[in-house]
């Protein structure tokens, strides 16, 4: 089942699979969750959106999965200015090749993996749909 909300930025905490984030945490040893609630964050530490992401210094080795909705070119963004600060950024992202954020911060600049299959999102644990859209993991490395 396909919800509304997925097609837009209605929602905009769609939780990271647990069993995706414990791979790439394995890989990347995650010190910081960018974007997150306390609900959902992955990370012992994290900005919530009362600390508002955008607005902090991402250090370290950080794991985001922003918010899919107008704002997601900020976050792209931030991920890779901060890898130019040394930092070590992982997105998952909506893979959408034809975007301005996808050109100005991600194509030539970024490992990109394209995900298999769709992502199921959880929805604050409640509920888990299938992305009507194909993602990709975005790697910034320091």
């Not at 931030?78 to 992982?90: I, L, P, Q």
């Not at 050109?103 to 299959?117: K, P, S, V």
């Amino acid at each position: 089942m396909i919800t509304p909300g997925m097609f837009t930025s209605q929602s905009g905490e769609w939780e990271t699979p647990q069993d995706l984030f414990d791979s790439l945490d394995a890989e990347f040893g995650f010190t910081l969750d960018a974007c997150a609630v306390a609900g959902n964050a992955k990370c012992r530490v994290f900005y919530s959106p009362q600390q508002d992401g955008l607005q902090q210094a991402w250090r370290g080795v950080v794991w985001c999965n922003p918010p899919y909705g107008r704002q997601i070119g900020r976050w792209v963004r931030k991920g890779y200015e901060s890898s130019r600060d040394s930092a070590t950024v992982v997105l998952l992202l909506p893979a959408r090749t034809d975007t301005a954020w996808f050109h100005d911060y991600i194509y030539g600049r970024g490992e990109i993996r394209f995900l298999r299959g769709r992502v199921k999102f959880g929805n604050g644990g409640r509920e888990r749909n299938s992305a009507p859209f194909p993602s990709m993991i975005v790697i910034f490395r320091g």
